[in-house]
């Protein structure tokens, strides 16, 4: 068993906090990406799709996980099972400086994700504390205006990456 850990960095322009909508453990955030399969080594196709609320059995019976998924290839069944509570919030500072922000782990048993595709469903606040909800990452950046603070805001240069972590 492996525990990944999806980080993500981005740069904003008047805005902080950016997040999943609902927070770091937004039980309707959808996280999509590929599954590699760690005995065959094969990515699949097509975008898995994983968030909290969504559960299945697990194959053993014992428990529940996120996703139940069997390499086309090698015909191994895994699993990957979201593990809430390590999520921050991206700080303008830190999206300033490169540094990435901790978003969900991942206990993957038999698969790894690979290509995290960045989505919707995202919130962040301006440096003028005008709230932005829904923010749609999926065309790669986000631009607004802050009536409040005059500014424009936007974020770009979206980047994630997978560590393991204990
Ligand atoms: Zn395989």
């Excluded at 008047?14 to 080594?41: A, I, R, V």
């Excluded at 069944?77 to 540094?99: D, H, I």
């Excluded at 290509?115 to 005008?130: I, L, M, P």
Aim: proline letters at 6%; aromatic letters at 8%.
């Amino acid at each position: 068993m492996v525990n990944v850990l999806l980080m993500v960095t981005a740069e904003l322009e008047n805005l902080t906090g950016l997040q999943p909508q609902e927070g770091c453990d937004d039980p309707n955030f959808p996280y999509y990406f590929k599954m590699k399969c760690t005995n065959c080594g094969e990515v699949s196709q097509k975008e898995t799709c994983v968030m909290l609320s969504e559960t299945v059995p697990l194959p053993n019976g014992r428990g529940t996980t996120n996703l139940v998924q069997k390499c086309k290839f090698c015909s191994r069944e895994g699993t990957v099972t979201m593990v809430p509570g390590r999520g921050r919030p991206l700080m303008l500072e830190m999206g300033q400086s490169g540094k990435y922000a901790p978003l969900m782990v991942f206990d993957c048993r038999g698969l790894e994700p690979v290509d995290f595709s960045f989505g919707q469903g995202w919130k962040a606040e301006s440096t003028s504390g005008t709230k932005f909800d829904d923010i749609d990452l999926s065309g790669g950046d986000y631009s607004e205006y802050c009536e409040k603070g005059e500014v424009p805001v936007m974020v770009s240069n979206l980047q994630a990456k997978f560590e393991s972590v204990k």
